[in-house]
């Protein structure tokens, strides 16, 4: 099935499935999954709707909002459509709604016409904190509140008047005309642009329960023995929707006003909020224009920090960014069910959707096999997440996982990703049932069951395991700074890594959550990772772990075997080919590779397992930079056929300054000299640095010419 095929396929599974969530949560009152999981699923919808728009129909979730109106309730018509908002994730998310609405408008949003020079409404964009509560309507006529209504489809809702008369937040009759000039002058607005008195006027907002009223109301309920409510949202949402205003008044329901619908001289979203404040409605203190979108994300972000949102006296779920200016909202109009003009900017949410991609096992350090799960890239918690350990087949068995599924992950805290719930509903039938191995994928050894934990046979595996991933990222080999053994061990135990190819594909996400990280060790080690995945040859060959194989010998091949380079680099697969192609006859004409070393490298390269882990490193981003080759004929002396070093070997003690040792024997192979660890009279040079050992000594009892670092640096530059 081709992509667009499959693309259709999703769009109709996700719009059928969202549409049940929906159903079971706003006309039951029941909850199938978390409104963030929903919110994941909705998200996924609205990117491929946005990719492939040629499959959007009117009755997409995308293009509708919320539910049917309750049928105990009196049905009222809106006189204008209550929207709801997109959703946006991330940064990039954010950016790519301002790009389309500019593109939509044909200018920069900050040269909307209806912006004022200062005071109130001057900037272009406007902040609100997301207050996680049901929407209303509010009516008003001779300033006296008539009706109040949910918002339903968004056409029609539920005449809630009574309910909403018990909230005590909600004014029953305006502020006359005096006190609304006075808070218009003194706002810095001229209250003659104005109408003071509207004969009708309507306003939206939000109903919600404070964090403390929760708390009482969920204390009262297990006091006598029943089941606490899960989030505030939802007490708000049935209170208002009972058909008793005595239990919707002994709620305690809060309330914030922020939009006007019609005109009564306001020319910018901003002024809205003084306008109401001004008639006498609560509106949240804490909303604020912005300069810029960078301010308006920064405003997020703010709230997005724990610590602020647990001073609030609610519960938010994120921002709103609007286009301040009135006129420029209303051009952009609406797509779908949402305003061009507005985001939900929400924050990481501490679960959400993706689809498991494949299953593989991780080898532990211990030899037990752990079953992980590879996932489409999801951001769970403010990190990028790909991985998620299954622990063993009785996990997999239990959440009745396939790969190809769509999943709910979560990451709350410190607590490592999890796949919590399989979504069968969007299965195609495509999904495969996942077995584990009869063989241990690393040695090949019979895999035995102790309880849950399968485990490899071979009682050396695990130990030979866990010291090739030691040796890879050694100083000598790719050199990743901070990837010590206590790391990889931990690595191997959560399942992380098995062999070298998963290291280089380790997200932030799937490290931050572990023991010994937080966000910041965590993504210095992936930049670390990220920068080294450019090595030279030798140390390439060096850290594969081909026994037998040391720097030497690996510097040796790397000079020694012919492999196309093309800008300086080679390819993995080239390196592969050109190993493979050569006999232990062939491997045997090299300097210092006699019968035990031939065979080795021979075998090595032969072996389909570690033909898979080669593909594997490429596949993930490893670039491997070439090296002069030896003069061809005969056995060949390991030197450069034309460098300076020439016939040269240097052996190094102490500590250099200007270079680590590893990088000063590159350097000294680069240019056709050898590199010994020990001194003997057929040492060219004693390079010394900072603090030199005992090879100081012999190489003066040898009579050995010792050099500084000064020395050695005018040598590498002659």
């Not at 498991?356 to 350090?365: A, M």
């Not at 490193?617 to 080759?629: Q, Y």
Request: charged share 30%.
């Amino acid at each position: 099935m081709d992509e667009k095929a499959l693309a259709r396929e999703r769009i109709e599974t996700l719009r059928r499935e969202i549409d049940r969530y929906r159903y079971e949560y706003h006309v039951l009152d029941r909850s199938g999954i978390s409104d963030t999981a929903l919110d994941s699923l909705k998200k996924e919808l609205f990117d491929l709707e946005e990719r492939w728009p040629e499959f959007v129909t009117p009755d997409s979730p995308t293009q509708r909002v919320a539910g049917a109106p309750l049928k105990e309730f009196v049905k009222v018509r809106h006189g204008e459509r209550m929207t709801s908002l997109n959703d946006a994730f991330s940064e990039e998310d954010v950016r790519a709604w301002r790009e389309r609405l500019e593109t939509f408008l044909g200018r920069s949003i900050a040269t909307a016409p209806g912006l004022r020079p200062r005071g109130p409404g001057s900037l272009p964009f406007y902040c609100e904190l997301k207050i996680d509560g049901l929407a209303i309507e509010l009516e008003y006529e001779g300033g006296v509140f008539v009706r109040g209504s949910t918002r339903g489809d968004g056409l029609v809702g539920e005449d809630v008047t009574q309910n909403l008369r018990t909230v005590e937040a909600i004014p029953l009759r305006l502020n006359d005309a005096a006190a609304v000039a006075a808070h218009l002058a003194s706002s810095g607005l001229d209250p003659a642009e104005y109408d003071l008195v509207p004969a009708r006027l309507v306003v939206r907002g939000e109903v919600f329960l404070t964090k403390n009223e929760f708390a009482r109301i969920n204390r009262a309920i297990e006091k006598e023995g029943g089941k606490p409510y899960a989030n505030p949202r939802n007490v708000a949402a049935g209170s208002i929707r009972q058909l008793d205003p005595k239990i919707t008044a002994s709620r305690r329901l809060d309330s914030f006003q922020y939009d006007i619908v019609g005109e009564i001289g306001q020319r910018t979203h901003e002024e809205e909020h003084v306008l109401l404040a001004a008639f006498g409605f609560t509106t949240n203190p804490d909303c604020r224009p912005a300069a810029t979108l960078e301010d308006a994300m920064a405003f997020r972000d703010h709230w997005a920090d724990e610590a602020h949102r647990e001073a609030l006296p609610y519960e938010i779920d994120g921002t709103v960014i609007f286009v301040n200016d009135n006129a420029t909202f209303t051009e952009a109009g609406i797509i779908g069910k949402a305003p061009r003009a507005g985001i939900a900017y929400k924050f990481s949410p501490r679960e959400a959707t993706t689809i498991v991609e494949d299953i593989k096992v991780q080898v532990g350090r211990t030899g037990a096999l752990t079953p992980v799960a590879v996932m489409r890239p999801v951001n769970v918690g403010g990190v990028t997440i790909t991985h998620a350990s299954l622990h063993n087949a009785d996990e997999i068995a239990r959440l009745g996982l396939k790969i190809g599924d769509t999943v709910i992950v979560q990451r709350a805290g410190d607590v490592i990703p999890q796949i919590t719930e399989v979504l069968p509903h969007l299965r195609t039938g495509r999904e495969r049932a996942f077995r584990m191995p009869a063989r241990c994928p690393v040695d090949g050894s019979p895999v035995v069951r102790e309880g849950a934990i399968a485990r490899c046979a071979s009682k050396t595996c695990a130990a030979q395991h866990r010291e090739a991933l030691y040796h890879l990222a050694s100083r000598a080999a790719f050199n990743i700074e901070g990837l010590g053994p206590k790391i990889i061990d931990k690595l191997l135990d959560e399942g992380l890594i098995s062999d070298a190819a998963d290291i280089f594909e380790l997200r932030k996400g799937d490290l931050a959550a572990l023991e010994r990280f937080g966000e910041k060790s965590a993504e210095n080690l992936v930049q670390e990772i990220a920068a080294k995945r450019h090595v030279t040859l030798p140390r390439f060959l060096y850290g594969l772990g081909i026994p037998h194989v040391g720097e030497e010998t690996a510097a040796t091949l790397a000079r020694a075997v012919e492999i196309p380079a093309h800008e300086g680099v080679v390819t993995i697969g080239d390196i592969a080919d050109a190993f493979a192609a050569r006999s232990m006859e062939d491997l045997q004409e090299i300097q210092d590779v006699g019968p035990v070393v031939a065979k080795s490298i021979h075998d090595w390269f032969h072996a389909p397992r570690n033909a898979d882990l080669l593909a594997r490193l490429e596949k993930a981003g490893v670039t491997v930079g070439a090296v002069p080759r030896m003069a061809r004929g005969g056995r060949g002396d390991g030197r450069g056929e034309a460098g300076p070093f020439s016939g040269k070997s240097f052996v190094i003690t102490g500590t250099l300054a200007s270079m680590d040792r590893e990088d000063a024997k590159e350097k000294i192979r680069a240019r056709g000299g050898d590199v010994s660890e020990s001194v003997s009279k057929k040492t060219s040079y004693l390079v010394v640095g900072a603090a030199p050992g005992s090879k100081f000594a012999k190489a003066q009892a040898l009579g050995v010419p010792v050099i500084d670092e000064k020395e050695f640096l005018k040598l590498l530059k002659d």
